[in-house]
């Protein structure tokens, strides 16, 4: 049990289906993040949500929609995607983002992880 | 361009071998650098690493940065099943991590 719970678990979709990925964290954390593991591949950032700003956006198609209701819930909506996003998707809170641009701990506390099939 | 770049991308030992994990980094506004170890999903928290020269130790596992010469290393002496596992090897600008492939270490007995 890291403190970051992710649902679901597993996701199977068809290309036109519209699906949402599901974070919480019961850590008090300040910043949440979303990551992509694709085989082979770094995991990727996707977005930063800080204080329930969004703070990042690494150049995510739009097909991917963030939405952070509050410090504690991350939700990733999923509309018309493509069998290439088929990946593991991380959820994962530290204690703040930014501080003036400093951040307060290096620790990244991660989910269990969605993993993602795009059919 | 920032990247974190792992050696070997892959390794099978026996149990009882000893291990060095490579990590090499190149990051604007370098902070830190990390370890994370992912067995099945969740990537779990090994190391942070902030001064040049300071060994980190937990049981078996230890590692050292070189801010000098921009890379760290992580070792595992007498490795056993459980060590398999990918890790992780992370650096931290401002924020957020910056993460290298990955080592796959599997340990057979």
Redesign the interface.
Known sequence: E?G?TQTPRHLVMGMTNKKSLKCEQHLGHN?M?WYKQSA??????MF?YNFKEQT?NNSVPSRFSPECPNSSHLFLHLHTLQPEDSA?Y?CAS?QG??AA???LT????????SRLTVL | EDK?VQSPLSLVVHEGDTVTLNCSYEVTNF??L?W?KQE??????LF?L?SSGIEKKSGRLSSILDKKELFSILNITATQTGDSAVY?C?A?R?????????TRLSVIA
């Open positions: 890291t970051v910043a993040y082979k591949k770094p995991l990727e950032l930063v990042e593991l991380l530290s983002a930014m641009r400093i951040s290096g620790e990244l506390f991660f989910g269990e992880g | 974190v902070r830190s990390l994370y099945k999903k969740a990537p779990t928290f942070m902030t992780l992370a931290r401002n924020t957020p991590l910056v993460f290298g492939k990955g």
